[in-house]
T-cell receptor
Framework: DSGVTQTPKHLITATGQRVTLRCSPR?????VYWYQQSLDQGLQFLIQ???????AKGNILERFSAQQFPDLHSELNLSSLELGDSALYFC?????????????FGQGTRLTVV | GQQVMQIPQYQHVQEGEDFTTYCNSS?????IQWYKQRPGGHPVFLIQ?????EVKKQKRLTFQFGEAKKNSSLHITATQTTDVGTYFC?????????????FGKGTKLSVKP
């Protein structure tokens, strides 16, 4: 158990809909990262938050947004969903804001858009 | 932008054979990390390399960081079925202490008993 909790584990929704994925980082970790993993693809970095503030942005679509709350949990909002958004979405946390420390991954949320 | 390339994409070995995956960056890295993702699982941190030319071992796994800090490798000696999974390398997105981890596409290892 990595200590990072993601909910829900599975999500099936229709095209055009909006969903929210939730992540609770490890106790004491201030950084939260979101990654998208499509079938047989690597981990595509979406966005990073550190202590409530956005720190780095990757190839995140405009239809996607995220935030980190004062209690440090984070939510990833995906709207106007398309079939191609079907993927495994991972949240990871680390203690520092930089990339020099180990990242702990949650179990992921498998999103299926039908 | 920062890119981390990893080869091969797939590797099929007989149990007992060795396995190596290579990671190359387009820019100098301050550090590189390796993760393993078992089928159906999530990435799990294996190790971090920081120094130029650094070599670290974990039982049958040997990790190397190139002298120029632009490449790295993971070598597994005498693979076992428990080694099955995808191995990812990851480097800092902005070459320094800021930013995020940029992952290679991974090498998927299958081991035939």
């Amino acid at each position: 158990d990595s200590g990072v909790t993601q909910t829900p584990k599975h999500l099936i929704t229709a095209t055009g809909q909006r969903v929210t994925l939730r992540c609770s980082p490890r106790s004491g970790d201030l950084s939260v990262y979101w990654y998208q993993q499509s079938l047989d693809q690597g981990l595509q970095f979406l966005i990073q938050y550190y202590n409530g503030e956005e720190r780095a942005k990757g190839n995140i679509l405009e239809r996607f947004s995220a935030q980190q709350f004062p209690d440090l949990h984070s939510e990833l909002n995906l709207s106007s969903l398309e079939l191609g958004d079907s993927a495994l979405y991972f949240c990871a946390s680390s203690h520092s804001q930089g990339a020099g420390t180990e990242a702990f991954f949650g179990q992921g949320t498998r999103l299926t858009v039908v | 932008g920062q890119q981390v390339m990893q080869i091969p994409q797939y590797q099929h070995v007989q149990e007992g054979e060795d396995f190596t995956t290579y990671c190359n960056s387009s820019t100098t890295l301050s550090n590189i990390q390796w993760y393993k993702q078992r089928p159906g699982g999530h990435p799990v941190f294996l190790i971090q390399l920081v120094k130029s030319g650094e070599v670290k071992k974990q039982k049958r796994l040997t990790f190397q960081f190139g002298e120029a800090k632009k490449n790295s490798s993971l070598h597994i000696t005498a693979t076992q079925t428990t080694d099955v999974g995808t191995y990812f390398c990851a480097g800092p997105g902005y070459g320094g202490s800021q930013g995020n981890l940029i992952f290679g596409k991974g090498t998927k290892l299958s081991v035939k008993p």
